[in-house]
């Protein structure tokens, strides 16, 4: 009877201290002596077996198609990245200025399909413009049921190759009534892709760039940018 008396005693003791600790709003002190177990925050459509997943599957493929776009897509122009050094110093050697950084993209399928033989450039992806006033009214001439029109303008491939390549701008309707507009790079895309072995998912890079005035592009292919040997030569043909 003694010990159970002790017992209700030590519990009494033990539930006033707490109560004390709440009053005196001393946190620290409680969390050491009350322990909270967090539940991670389930997915709506987890079924209750699947609790020791943690992560529902739509989230997380979600999740991986976001990093995947982040890290394809340039979003900002703080997060401009460098032309590489071989790339550069070619259109200073053909008299080009003004580079300047225009998308960065992962090719889809349409962009390497041969029957298609184009490369599409979302305006709403356009990180810097690459027009003048007066390139930009020429290619909005056309539409409205005129034939596009076409501006003649140099690439410079990866592989350093030169090609002649058009510009276009395509405004398409959409069966909700809406329009989309993109630029397309045309004519000879497809020897483009095949002298440079570019494949779908692959990520690329377009620059633009100026001889006297003239527009020109540069393409790039991120494992080229990403290439050690081309920190490595920065400093030589930089000089």
């Known amino acids: 009877m003694d010990s159970v008396v002790e017992d209700e005693k030590k519990h009494d003791q033990h539930l006033e201290e707490t109560m004390k600790i709440l009053e005196d709003g001393d946190d620290q002190c409680l969390q050491k002596k009350i322990k909270i177990k967090k539940r991670p925050p389930r997915c709506h459509d987890d079924d209750d077996n699947d609790d020791d997943e943690g992560v529902c599957v739509q989230e997380k493929k979600?999740?991986?198609?976001?990093?995947?776009?982040?890290?394809?897509?340039?979003?900002?122009?703080?997060?401009?990245?460098?032309?590489?050094?071989?790339?550069?110093?070619?259109?200073?050697?053909?008299?080009?200025?003004?580079?300047?950084?225009?998308?960065?993209?992962?090719?889809?399928?349409?962009?390497?399909?041969?029957?298609?033989?184009?490369?599409?450039?979302?305006?709403?992806?356009?990180q810097q413009s690459f027009l003048t006033p007066e390139e930009s009214e020429r290619l909005n001439s056309g539409g409205n049921g005129k034939k596009c029109v076409d501006m003649e303008v140099m690439l410079i491939e990866p592989s350093l190759h030169r090609e002649t390549i058009s510009l276009r701008k395509w405004d398409m309707k959409k069966a909700s009534g809406n329009s989309t507009s993109m630029y397309v790079l045309v004519t000879n895309w497809n020897s483009v892709v095949r002298r440079n072995s570019m494949s779908k998912d692959e990520t690329v890079q377009l620059w633009s760039f100026r001889i006297k005035s003239k527009l020109g592009f540069a393409l790039v292919k991120r494992r080229l940018q990403d290439d050690p040997r081309n920190s490595s030569l920065r400093g030589i043909l930089d000089s």
């Open 62 to 126: 979600k999740l991986m198609k976001k990093k995947m776009m982040d890290k394809a897509i340039c979003s900002s122009p703080h997060a401009t990245p460098k032309l590489p050094v071989i790339l550069r110093n070619r259109i200073k050697a053909l008299g080009g200025s003004d580079v300047t950084f225009v998308i960065q993209k992962p090719l889809f399928k349409s962009d390497v399909r041969l029957s298609q033989n184009r490369l599409s450039i979302p305006l709403n992806q356009i």
